[in-house]
């Protein structure tokens, strides 16, 4: 399982930047042939459950214990790459889970 957490935390206002710089880094870079955004409260088991078989990693973006932080976020960025990633509504399209924390994550597909 290749899974990495690189994590930026605060209010989703004072990381919106730095997450779209960094998420929108993979449509440049020309290496990745698809990606999409995501929330979940168990990375490890998301990966492997839904993700293993289809994208090669799981990077695990941003973690906050309010959900509606996480949600926010992960709408502004789906919007933001629109375009270009896998995702088929603008957020909240998965198995979030119940309990805290909350992560934000991009699965990758090189």
Request: with cysteine.
């Amino acid at each position: 399982m290749r899974l990495f957490y690189d994590l930026d935390a605060g209010r989703p206002q004072e990381v919106l930047s730095s997450l779209r710089r960094r998420v929108s880094s993979f449509t440049r870079q020309g290496s990745v042939r698809k990606f999409k955004i995501g929330i979940t409260n168990n990375p490890e088991r998301r990966y492997r459950q839904a993700y293993a078989k289809a994208y090669d990693e799981m990077l695990v973006l941003y973690k906050s214990s309010s959900i509606a932080s996480v949600s926010e976020l992960e709408s502004e960025l789906v919007h933001h790459n629109w375009d270009f990633c896998d995702n088929l509504v603008g957020g909240g399209g998965g198995g979030i889970g119940r309990t805290s924390p909350y992560f934000l994550y991009v699965v990758i597909k090189y």
